[in-house]
């Protein structure tokens, strides 16, 4: 292998894992603010985003809430 394709090769490889990981911050975006929304109803799941450090900004009736 030269060095060339070396090189190509480690750029696919980083290319990849940063459309991978684009992909699980849009999924963990979504999980958060599902959390969030039945953190309304059950006090527990706040306490998830808490332990994570989460901050989660939803609208909900026309007003922006801000969890945990």
């Not at 292998?1 to 979504?30: G, H, P």
């Not at 006090?43 to 009736?61: A, C, D, F, W, Y």
Request: proline share 3%; charged share 30%; aromatic share 2%.
């Amino acid at each position: 292998m030269t060095a060339n394709q070396s090189k190509f090769n480690e750029a696919r490889l980083a290319q990849s894992r940063l459309n991978e990981a684009r992909q699980l911050e849009t999924i963990l975006d979504q999980l958060a603010k599902r959390i969030a929304h039945g953190s309304e109803t059950d006090p527990r799941l706040r306490t998830i985003l808490s332990k994570h450090g989460m901050q989660v900004t939803l609208e909900i009736n026309g007003e922006k809430k801000q969890y945990p």
